[in-house]
């Protein structure tokens, strides 16, 4: 029907130019181009390049359903409270508060805090990805950052609510530092558009937008954004520590059936490092295994089976060949037998099962969460990372290239133990010392913890033996397990014969 119309009108056009004594080319060709464009959706195309960035997001989540980041939470809110008695600060001259910077590692919560800023300022809430806002047309990202706070203030005055937020995350693509780019001009207009925004916002204009921005990497923000007067707070979300870890685990359990005897605390205990979002997808992982199992309820050995899921990977079908399983299951036990010897009570459980990109693996309980080492306790774990390679030595003769992973992880222990003055250089700077000196101290303190595992290895061949015969046939030893045998001492629960019939005892 349209089409219809606009032929009707082209025609009109047409008769009335040549009735008037006018050349109608010009305008129809005009008029075609502009039919192609709206046939071939070019029209919704530019629309949408030039204003599309941001979604306003219905939301209601709060900061009850934010698990730990207590300090941030103290922080934010206390922020919001001049948005939220806007009168009250007005009267006082406060200026509002014009942005918020979120700071922290990936799956912190960044997102559901900025959320719950809005919920608890009653704000509309308009969501945006840094990456959304560069294009390669010079000009479209500074128009969208533009659409985007003219959008926050239609959305806050349609719903008849005095404050939007915009969340803008991974704000470091959009406000990295200018300059940066050579001979692509378009970051920075972007950035200056987003500067100029926030710098024209008043407390008059009917409708007041705070900007919220979350980044990994606020080493690469342009200073120009964190000046007082844009983003003026900066709070930092950092990984949540046990306490958290915890509250955040009973917040992603709470509509799910569990078991009696699932110990979220000892959860929240081994899972040093996990972010929020490694949280909720370990409770959803421990659900889906009991489904598997066709569990009515979810146990602690679904939650402890879903860690090493959720931080190793999903099992793989790939079987290794029976020696090299011998050699993983030693290899395994040696890193075992040595946590124990070094920290009773340290191992968790060890495997021979393959995920992701481990052979096999050995996980340790946590002690608490730790924010400094001392020397003797670096050395201990460099010690449990080589006594793989050590127990492959003394029980099979030679060493693998299984031991790569640990030898790295070592590496990088030992350089921080010598930029922490704790090698035989003493205190000294890193970056100035000679490559040689550098490989020689590292050297030192590698072979003298390595000599340490084997004189365990070599003490305890025949524990070691045992246990990897064990390990071999169970795929999986419990912690517990393993401490029971230890305590056995030296009565080999799985005899020598037991392993020779898997015909892979190879030494
Ligand atoms: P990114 O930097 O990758 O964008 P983010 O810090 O914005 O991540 P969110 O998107 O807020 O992280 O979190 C992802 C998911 O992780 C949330 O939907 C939630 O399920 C869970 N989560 C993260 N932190 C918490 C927390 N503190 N409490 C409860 N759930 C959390």
């Given at each position: 029907?349209?089409?219809?119309?606009?032929?009707?009108?082209?025609?009109?056009?047409?008769?009335?130019?040549?009735?008037?004594?006018?050349?109608?080319l010009?305008a129809?060709l005009f008029?075609?181009?502009?039919y192609?464009?709206?046939?071939?959706?070019?029209?919704?195309?530019?629309?949408?390049?030039l204003g599309?960035?941001?979604?306003?997001?219905?939301?209601?989540?709060?900061?009850?359903?934010i698990?730990?980041?207590?300090?941030?939470?103290?922080?934010?809110?206390?922020?919001?409270?001049?948005?939220?008695?806007?009168?009250?600060?007005?009267?006082?001259?406060?200026?509002?508060?014009?942005?918020?910077?979120l700071?922290?590692?990936?799956?912190?919560?960044k997102?559901?805090?900025?959320?719950?800023?809005?919920?608890?300022?009653?704000?509309?809430?308009?969501?945006?990805?840094?990456?959304?806002?560069?294009?390669?047309y010079?000009?479209?990202?500074?128009?969208?950052?533009?659409s985007?706070?003219?959008?926050?203030?239609?959305a806050?005055?349609?719903e008849?609510?005095?404050?939007?937020?915009?969340?803008?995350d991974?704000?470091d693509?959009?406000?990295?530092?200018?300059?940066?780019?050579?001979?692509?001009?378009e970051?920075?207009?972007?950035?200056?558009?987003l500067l100029?925004?926030?710098?024209?916002?008043k407390?008059?204009?009917?409708?007041?937008?705070?900007?919220?921005?979350?980044?990994?990497?606020?080493?690469?923000?342009?200073?120009?954004?964190?000046?007082?007067?844009?983003?003026?707070?900066?709070v930092?979300?950092?990984?949540p520590?046990?306490?958290?870890?915890?509250?955040?685990?009973?917040?992603?359990?709470?509509n799910?059936?569990?078991?009696?005897?699932?110990?979220?605390?000892?959860?929240a205990?081994e899972?040093f490092?996990?972010?929020?979002?490694?949280?909720?997808?370990?409770?959803?992982?421990?659900a889906?295994?009991?489904?598997?199992?066709n569990?009515?309820?979810?146990?602690?050995?679904?939650?402890?089976?879903?860690?090493?899921?959720?931080?190793?990977?999903?099992?793989?079908?790939?079987?290794?060949?029976?020696?090299?399983l011998?050699?993983?299951?030693?290899?395994?036990?040696g890193?075992?037998?040595?946590s124990e010897?070094?920290?009773?009570?340290?191992?968790?459980?060890?495997?021979?099962?393959?995920?992701?990109?481990?052979?096999?693996?050995m996980?340790?309980?946590?002690?608490?969460?730790y924010?400094?080492?001392?020397?003797?306790y670096?050395?201990?774990?460099?010690?449990?990372?080589?006594?793989?390679?050590?127990a492959?030595?003394?029980l099979?003769?030679?060493?693998?290239?299984?031991?790569?992973?640990?030898?790295e992880q070592?590496?990088?222990?030992?350089k921080?133990?010598?930029?922490?003055?704790?090698?035989?250089?003493?205190i000294?700077?890193?970056?100035?010392?000679?490559?040689?000196?550098?490989?020689?101290?590292?050297?030192?303190?590698?072979?003298?913890?390595?000599a340490?595992?084997?004189r365990?290895?070599?003490?305890?061949?025949?524990?070691?033996?045992?246990?990897?015969?064990?390990?071999?046939?169970?795929?999986?030893l419990?912690?517990?397990e393993?401490?029971?045998?230890?305590?056995?001492?030296?009565?080999?629960?799985?005899?020598?014969?037991?392993?020779?019939?898997t015909g892979?005892?190879a030494?």
């Amino acid at each position: 029907m349209k089409r219809e119309i606009l032929l009707g009108v082209a025609a009109g056009v047409f008769f009335f130019a040549s009735i008037s004594g006018l050349n109608p080319l010009p305008a129809l060709l005009f008029g075609f181009l502009l039919y192609l464009l709206y046939e071939t959706g070019g029209l919704r195309i530019i629309r949408r390049q030039l204003g599309g960035s941001g979604q306003e997001v219905k939301n209601q989540v709060t900061f009850q359903q934010i698990g730990g980041q207590a300090a941030a939470k103290k922080e934010l809110l206390e922020a919001l409270e001049f948005m939220k008695d806007g009168n009250k600060a007005a009267a006082l001259g406060i200026r509002p508060l014009k942005g918020i910077l979120l700071a922290g590692p990936p799956g912190t919560g960044k997102t559901l805090l900025a959320k719950a800023a809005a919920t608890y300022t009653d704000a509309v809430f308009l969501a945006a990805a840094g990456s959304e806002f560069i294009e390669m047309y010079a000009g479209v990202g500074a128009q969208r950052v533009r659409s985007l706070f003219q959008r926050a203030r239609e959305a806050g005055r349609r719903e008849g609510r005095s404050n939007a937020v915009i969340f803008i995350d991974e704000i470091d693509v959009l406000g990295s530092k200018r300059g940066q780019y050579q001979g692509h001009m378009e970051y920075d207009q972007t950035l200056n558009q987003l500067l100029t925004e926030m710098d024209g916002m008043k407390s008059t204009d009917g409708v007041r937008v705070l900007v919220v921005g979350a980044t990994n990497r606020e080493d690469m923000l342009d200073p120009a954004l964190l000046r007082p007067g844009r983003f003026d707070r900066l709070v930092r979300v950092e990984l949540p520590d046990q306490e958290g870890r915890l509250q955040i685990l009973k917040l992603h359990t709470a509509n799910k059936p569990l078991a009696p005897d699932v110990d979220l605390k000892q959860i929240a205990r081994e899972t040093f490092g996990f972010s929020g979002a490694h949280l909720e997808s370990l409770a959803n992982e421990a659900a889906i295994l009991a489904l598997r199992e066709n569990a009515a309820q979810i146990g602690q050995r679904h939650f402890l089976e879903a860690i090493d899921k959720v931080s190793l990977g999903e099992k793989l079908d790939r079987r290794p060949q029976k020696e090299e399983l011998w050699r993983v299951a030693v290899h395994e036990v040696g890193h075992a037998v040595v946590s124990e010897a070094f920290r009773p009570g340290s191992v968790a459980s060890l495997t021979i099962t393959s995920r992701g990109q481990a052979l096999g693996y050995m996980r340790q309980v946590p002690e608490d969460d730790y924010y400094l080492y001392t020397e003797s306790y670096l050395r201990g774990q460099l010690r449990i990372l080589l006594a793989g390679m050590a127990a492959e030595e003394v029980l099979l003769g030679n060493r693998s290239t299984g031991a790569q992973g640990d030898l790295e992880q070592a590496i990088s222990t030992v350089k921080k133990m010598v930029a922490a003055g704790m090698s035989s250089l003493g205190i000294v700077s890193v970056a100035d010392l000679p490559a040689g000196e550098l490989q020689g101290a590292i050297r030192d303190i590698l072979n003298e913890e390595k000599a340490e595992a084997r004189r365990i290895m070599t003490e305890k061949k025949e524990l070691v033996l045992s246990l990897a015969r064990e390990l071999l046939e169970k795929e999986r030893l419990a912690g517990e397990e393993l401490r029971a045998r230890l305590q056995d001492g030296h009565e080999p629960a799985y005899p020598a014969e037991a392993a020779d019939q898997t015909g892979v005892l190879a030494s």
